[in-house]
């Protein structure tokens, strides 16, 4: 029961709530025209050839509990329009502000891409190293591929997007990336307390450690502080796909 005083009443007001988990999906996407894209400006309309030339658009927002099934349903969702809609001029994968999470998840989206070699490389205090090499299903290999970073962009979002810069799989579009490049074993203490304790670093591909300085994007754009609802990352993220 929550009690509320709204400002034009004298009282206050009761107001039942019912408890519940609420969760919320890390994979969203949506296929649109150039036209319909609202976050963009129109101008960017006359970088197509068609009307009916579409983008598609994946929001991975972390890497959780449920982000490998949703992501192996998106990416078969992708694969099918591919196959089906020749409009389609490219992907735009959006990690800004995704905070990072599990390590497999971040090998296996990375796989969808890229279709041999390695993705990460985890290095231990006494230089002794382990590769994690392409795994998955790759069914997304010859689309072309912009990636959107930012600052809030670390850990297992720096792993894919650097993982897909190494390999020239894909255009980072944005600002520097956060750079987190430890990773932590979690330690249970009992009584409801814990401990993360870094274990090692991780390396992109081609030895880059991004600790402390992050991935540098491959065109830099920052976003229009004075009009919140125009996306200029994303409509430069689209104008890079335009250009393949």
């Not at 039942?16 to 649109?32: E, N, Q």
């Not at 993982?163 to 944005?174: C, E, M, P, S, Y």
């Not at 880059?208 to 992050?214: A, L, Q, R, T």
């Amino acid at each position: 029961m929550l009690t509320v005083l709204h400002k034009s009443d004298s009282q206050p007001k009761e107001i039942k709530i019912v408890r519940d988990t609420i969760t919320v999906k890390s994979v969203t996407s949506w296929t649109k025209s150039l036209k319909d894209i609202e976050e963009i400006n129109k101008k960017a309309n006359g970088l197509s050839g068609s009307l009916d030339e579409r983008v598609v658009y994946v929001r991975l927002s972390q890497f959780g509990d449920g982000t490998h099934t949703e992501w192996q349903n998106i990416a078969k969702q992708i694969s099918d329009q591919l196959k089906t809609n020749n409009n389609i001029r490219g992907v735009v994968l959006d990690i800004r502000n995704n905070p990072g999470g599990y390590l497999n998840d971040a090998v296996l989206i990375a796989s969808e891409f890229i279709p041999s070699g390695t993705v990460v490389s985890q290095e231990d205090r006494n230089g002794d190293k382990i590769d994690y090499k392409v795994s998955g299903r790759g069914l997304l290999f010859d689309v072309p591929l912009v990636v959107l970073i930012n600052k809030g962009s670390a850990s297992a979002s720096e792993i894919v997007a650097g993982a897909l810069q190494d390999h020239k799989r894909a255009i980072l579009v944005g600002e520097t990336s956060f750079g987190k490049g430890t990773i932590q074993e979690a330690e249970d203490l009992g009584g409801g307390a814990g401990l993360h304790v870094t274990i090692a670093k991780w390396l992109t591909p081609s030895g880059n450690w991004v600790h402390k300085k992050g991935l540098t994007p491959d065109i830099k754009s920052e976003l229009d502080s004075k009009n919140q609802t125009h996306d200029s990352q994303l409509e430069a993220a689209i104008e890079e796909l335009m250009k393949k």
